[in-house]
């Protein structure tokens, strides 16, 4: 009989499949890193396991996918709030990147935002930053699967200062990361149209087909850059983009908050996915973006938190909850964007955005054995009706117990087992009075 590397057994499962498959008390079973068998607990009773893992009093389920994140940007949390965009970015933002930004502060940054992910139940992030081989480099070694995006922009950006270089060095990340990891995915990463020229953009696009990576791109995240866009170029910043040929199932549009009904029927026909980041949006005042209206057009939604400095956590669960109740009181109707809906944005329809669906974002036979347990022994988690409205609606990130990426233990009882999180802790802290100078 077939041994099993790991058996999680005794709570409930939600596998977030296309059926929506739950089981009471039910186990999932992995070897080799995949699940291999899911099913009621009682199917498994003569079923050896090299290892047991006790879910009782738990909920197994995917690991979260977070669709948008810039992971060193975790230096700058809390270092300027309640700012326009544009005035948060020039005034406080760059301006710290070109002071502070270096291969050792990124790695540290991106090991914090590692960290704070993989202990909520992250497990899987698609970033976009620059540095990106030390992003990457540090996400390899704690254990997080992770779409890693070198950033393109058409000034001196930190690791890039002479900016005619940038598609160069981003391509040779691409080639230096694929097939290096299983769980490291390069990508190209374009700021934005405001700081991209077309030149830039058709050159960073071109070398993502070639290269076969996902190009993300934020877009249509406030109203001046929808309004300026229409100004120079005479249409919206979807459309812009869809003029230059970018926009195919290979590509992450970011925000699209200022997206019209005919921005949403363009991305629908060209098969592109959106990241929605309603934290970010609402704290910088970008607006709300029509999800609910993408979400009936076929539009492929995932979540995402953005980076720290504009939410200013990576925590999916306040996401999943905001992203829920924004689009009813916008709407006026508590049955948009139910928690079903919610919980599929943060895990298989993520995967789906970032190219992954076959791999990850759901317990299925055969895919990644990402896995998290929730422990339910909660106040705020009692009684127990259905696991999508608690989900979204009264976990909190503390409740993550166990998280497992490709069968590899990698949070014991709330504990990371890769990284030594005081020491972290320390140095994020050090750098913040840096920082503060
Ligand atoms: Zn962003």
């Known amino acids: 009989m077939e041994q099993f590397d790991c058996l999680i057994d005794g709570g409930m499962v939600l596998t977030v499949d296309p059926a929506g498959t739950f089981f009471q008390q039910g186990a999932v079973a992995v070897k080799d890193g995949r699940i291999v068998a899911v099913g009621p607990s009682d199917d498994f009773q003569s079923r050896p396991a090299k290892e047991i893992l006790d879910a009782r009093g738990g909920l197994i389920m995917p690991g979260l996918v977070n669709a948008h994140t810039h ?7 809390g270092l ?6 544009e005035q948060w970015l020039s005034d406080h933002i760059f301006p710290a990147e070109a002071k502070h930004i270096s291969p050792d502060s990124v790695k540290l940054g991106a090991r914090l935002s590692a960290a704070e992910m993989l202990l909520s139940g992250t497990t899987t992030c698609c970033d976009g ?5 030390q992003v990457a480099e540090a996400v390899d070694a704690i254990g997080l699967r992770a779409v890693i995006g070198q950033g393109v922009i058409d000034f001196p950006a930190p690791g890039v200062p002479d ?4 598609i160069h060095v981003a391509r040779e990340f691409i080639k230096a990361w694929q097939g290096r990891s299983v769980r490291i995915h390069p990508s190209i990463f374009c700021h934005a149209p405001y700081t991209c020229s077309a030149e830039t953009l058709l050159a960073a696009k071109q070398a993502a087909d070639e290269l076969g990576v996902l190009f993300q791109i934020h877009v249509a995240e406030t109203q001046i ?13 979807v459309q812009y983009l869809d003029g230059l040929g970018l926009l195919d199932p290979k590509t992450l ?17 060209r098969q592109a996915c959106v990241a929605h980041c309603p934290e970010s949006n609402m704290k910088l005042a970008s607006g709300i973006a029509p999800i609910p209206d993408m979400l009936a057009a076929g539009v492929t939604v995932a979540l995402g938190t953005d980076g720290c400095a504009s939410n200013n956590d990576l925590d999916l669960w306040g996401e999943m909850d905001m992203a829920a109740k924004l689009h009813k009181v916008q ?32 317990i299925e036979v055969g ?43 990698i949070v014991q009882d709330r504990r990371l087992l890769t990284i030594d999180v005081e020491d972290v802790i320390r140095q994020a802290k050090q750098m913040g009075r840096i920082i503060q100078k």
Not at 129 to 133: K, M, R, S
Not at 225 to 237: K, L, M, N, T, V
Not at 331 to 349: F, K, N, Q, S
Not at 367 to 372: L, R
């Open 129 to 133: 930053y620059f540095l990106a081989h």
């Open 80 to 85: 300027a709030d309640d700012l326009p965009l």
């Open 367 to 409: 895919k990644q054995a990402d896995i998290i347990i929730i422990d339910l022994e909660q106040p705020r988690l009692a009684p127990f009706y259905t696991p999508q409205s608690h989900l979204v609606y009264a976990v909190h990130a503390a409740d993550v117990r166990h998280v497992m990426i490709a069968g590899r233990r």
């Open 331 to 362: 709407r006026l109707d508590p049955t948009v964007m139910d928690a079903d809906t919610v919980l599929r944005m943060a895990t298989i329809e993520g995967a789906r955005a970032l190219g992954m669906d076959h791999e990850i974002g759901s």
């Open 163 to 166: 900016p005619k270089k940038k």
């Open 225 to 237: 850059e929808a309004r300026q866009c229409r100004q120079i170029h005479g249409c919206s910043p």
């Open 253 to 269: 549009l970011i925000h699209a908050v200022w997206a019209d009904k005919i921005d949403i029927d363009i991305i629908h026909r």
């Open 71 to 77: 992971l060193p940007m975790s230096l700058f949390r």
